[in-house]
């Protein structure tokens, strides 16, 4: 059989194009948040797993956090508890945090943790209650009603958000080069549980551990300009322009929030990435184009 010589010179390129972001990207941490499709779809699931692997290979940490969102709402309707949203959150009492916790911290931790044993990784899972790790306090929502004209708190049960991160035992595991696997939950001094918002940790985690990026995997090809294109490369001057002028709305806010809240601390760049495409994550670090937008703090 004779070499497809057109096939190799791709693969050499494509590689050696690379080399530069493995060479400044080495030793450094990159926080992944992993959601939407991408945790749904087999092929997806794979690829996935196949670039935090590599990433760890070529010597740069990957700390992975999950969402599980639909997998929560399917095991509550196996159950026959109703979900409830206000704001796009849960509604959780303390039996919806039950069954959020089991399938959270079991089921959807230990799928993404086997997936990436799977393909020679070291990867341990763990919810912040592990350690004490995430330390939440219950989040409280107001909503205005229009006739009485003042605002009344809502309670949406263990909803919770990020007080602190203590990094001592993920530092302790990515040294020792395993694979963190975060699940969103949180807990408070008493020892009760909080259902977090995923972008939220993965951002507050990427801030903590002084990361070089943030990427955050979603069903979007990339923040689009109002004519649709996607913008591939942002400064947080201009991300916060698109929020004033209503470019950017609605249910990104949140995600864009988290991303803009990264990188105005500490984190290098944000990365809103297209988790569609298999192997997102690789095409973003390695190559100059990447899959998404990037948001960082110096002028583009
Ligand atoms: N969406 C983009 N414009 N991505 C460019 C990525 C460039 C480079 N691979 C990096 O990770 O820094």
């Not at 450094?28 to 087999?42: F, L, P, R, S």
């Not at 670039?51 to 997998?71: E, M, R, S, T, Y």
């Not at 302790?172 to 969103?184: E, N, R």
């Not at 985690?205 to 300009?225: R, W």
């Amino acid at each position: 059989m004779s070499i497809d010589l057109k096939a190799a010179q791709n693969f050499t390129s494509v590689l050696s194009e690379a080399l530069p972001y493995i060479q400044k990207f080495a030793g450094c941490t990159i926080v992944v948040k992993y959601g939407g499709n991408a945790m749904i779809d087999e092929e997806l699931k794979q690829s996935f797993a196949r670039d935090i692997v590599l990433l760890k290979a070529v010597g740069i940490n990957p700390v992975v956090v999950h969402g599980g969102g639909p997998q929560i709402g399917d095991l509550l309707e196996r159950l026959n508890i109703e979900s409830k949203f206000v704001d796009g959150m849960r509604v959780t009492t303390t039996e919806t945090m039950d069954v959020v916790e089991m399938v959270l911290g079991g089921l959807v931790n230990k799928e993404i943790v086997s997936l990436l044993n799977q393909v020679g990784g070291k990867a341990v899972g763990m919810t912040g209650k592990d350690a004490s790790f995430i330390q939440a306090e219950k989040l409280v929502i107001t909503s205005s009603s229009p006739d009485l004209q003042k605002s009344e708190i809502i309670d949406i049960g263990h909803v919770g958000k990020v007080k602190s991160i203590d990094t001592s035992y993920i530092d302790l595991l990515v040294k020792s080069d395993y694979i963190p696997v975060v699940a969103p939950i949180g807990v408070d001094e008493k020892g009760q549980s909080y259902n977090i918002n995923a972008d939220l940790v993965a951002g507050k985690i990427a801030e903590v551990l002084n990361a070089e990026k943030l990427i955050l995997l979603t069903n979007i090809a990339g923040l689009q300009s109002k004519e649709g294109k996607v913008l591939t490369g942002l400064s947080t001057a201009q991300v916060d322009a698109l929020i004033a002028d209503g470019t950017i709305y609605g249910g990104m806010l949140p995600k864009i929030g988290c991303a803009l809240d990264a990188v105005k601390n500490s984190v290098k760049s944000a990365h809103i990435i297209d988790g569609r495409v298999a192997h997102a994550t690789l095409l973003e670090i390695f190559s100059d184009q990447g899959v998404g937008t990037l948001i960082t703090n110096e002028a583009i």
